[in-house]
Every structure is written in C-alpha cells, then in structure tokens.
C-alpha cells in the first residue's frame, strides 16, 4: 500500500505541475490576449528546470524530478510561445519601449528566445564538462536551480502589483501553484530530497501566499491599459461604419 502511495506521488510530482499551465494557455488562447500573465514566469521555469537536467546529471535524484524538468520545458516552450503571439499592442515588445539590459526577455520574436536557450544550453554544458567532477560545483548548480524555481512566482507578483488587478491570471494556476507547492514541499521532505529542493520550496511556497493575499484584496477587475485597448478598438469600429 504504501509502495503504491509512493508511485502515485511520484506520478503526480511529474505531469502534475507542467498541467497547470494548461488552462492558463487554454484561456489565454481563447482570449487572444496574454495581458495580466507574466511571460517572466516562463523564463524562469525554462532556466530553472534545465539547469536542474544538468544538477541531475551530477547528483541523480528521483526520477520523477527529472522528467518533472523535462515535461515543464516542453510546456513552458508552448506557452511561451502563445504568449508572444497574443501579446498586448501596449506590451514593452510591441512598443519598443523596453528598459531592460538588451531587451532581455522582451524580445519581438520567438526565435531570438530559442536562441538565447540554445546558447544556455550550450554554456552549462561546457561548463559541467569542465567542472562536473567537482561536488562543490555541482551543490552550486542545484541551488541555482532551485533558487531560480523559487523566484517563479515574484515576476507575477510584481505585475500584480503594477496592476493592482490579477486580470489575466486564471485562479486555476494560482490554486495549481498554492496547492502544488504544497505538496511538493511536504514530498521534498519526506522523500529527504536534496537540501536545495526543501529550502527553495518553502520560500515559493512563502511568495504563493502573498499572491493568494493580492487575489483577496485586489481582485481580477481589467486594469486602465486593457480598459484603453477596449476603447481604441470601439472606436476604429465606430470610425469603419462612417
């Protein structure tokens, strides 16, 4: 029975995260707007998880995690992918108005985010081959790893914030990442995973309940710029009957 629990759990730990996005892409399709989603989110999940392939490599823990990385890649590549090509006209992209270092992550198509993937790739597998002897090296990559998942729910965090509304963002991924992170961290330490996955799940799981706090006292009313958007698009119709 309890052997069975065990499997079960495992299973559960490695499609059940990548589905949460499901219906995040779902509704961001049938919209055809990404406004009030953070496409940060997917950068730091596609970071993360393939640094985690590399820390697997040197320190082999369950295989459940490692296909876990492997599924949220491939959904992560979709739904990055469906964001850019929904994105707002007002998005920092479409304005050219981004304020980051090289435009990082607010780039104008998906080509150059794959090609600033593949060049990751590239860079960590070049440097565990140089360094993946050494355990300090690898202890390092597992909390880059882990540190980086743990930062995933800041970037919606702050959009939130900026918005004062989680327009945009489906209650279905909040309760995926409050519930999810839930039981992985209950896992992590029954399963007496690495340190890095116990310290880094608490702090997520930490950062999910202030976003839980937002949902209660902002609510998911349209904030001023889809209110804006609305208004221009009446308007080209009203100019199209004249």
């Known amino acids: 029975m309890v052997s069975w629990l ?8 490695a499609i059940g995260p990548p589905l949460v996005y499901a219906d995040q892409a779902y509704s961001i399709v049938k919209k055809r707007d990404s406004t009030g989603f953070s496409h940060d989110v997917c ?11 590399f820390f697997w490599l040197g320190n082999h823990f369950e295989l459940a995690l490692l296909v876990q990385s492997i599924l949220m890649i491939l959904a992560q590549l979709a739904l990055l992918y469906i964001c850019i090509r929904f994105r707002s006209r007002l998005s920092p992209e479409n304005l050219g108005a981004s304020t980051r270092p090289f435009s990082f992550w607010q780039w104008s198509t998906y080509t150059q985010y794959v090609e600033f993937l593949a060049a990751f790739i590239l860079c960590q597998a070049i440097l565990f081959l140089i360094l993946g002897r050494s355990d300090l090296f690898i202890s390092a990559l597992g909390f880059v790893a882990l540190g980086l998942e743990s930062t995933l729910p800041i970037p919606q965090l702050i959009s939130n914030y900026k918005q004062r509304s989680l327009y945009g963002f489906r209650m279905s991924t909040l309760i995926g990442w409050f519930g999810g992170d839930s039981f992985k961290t209950v896992y992590f330490f029954l399963q007496d995973s690495p340190l890095q996955f116990k310290v880094c799940a608490i702090f997520q799981l930490s950062v999910d309940c202030a ?3 937002q949902r209660v006292w902002y ?13 221009d698009v009446e308007q080209a119709l009203a100019l199209g009957e004249e």
């Open 6 to 13: 065990s499997s079960l759990a495992s299973i559960g730990m």
């Open 43 to 53: 950068a730091i999940l596609l970071l993360a998880n393939i640094t985690r392939c």
């Open 211 to 213: 976003i839980v706090l």
């Open 219 to 231: 609510g998911n009313a349209a904030p001023a710029t889809v209110l804006m958007e609305d208004e």
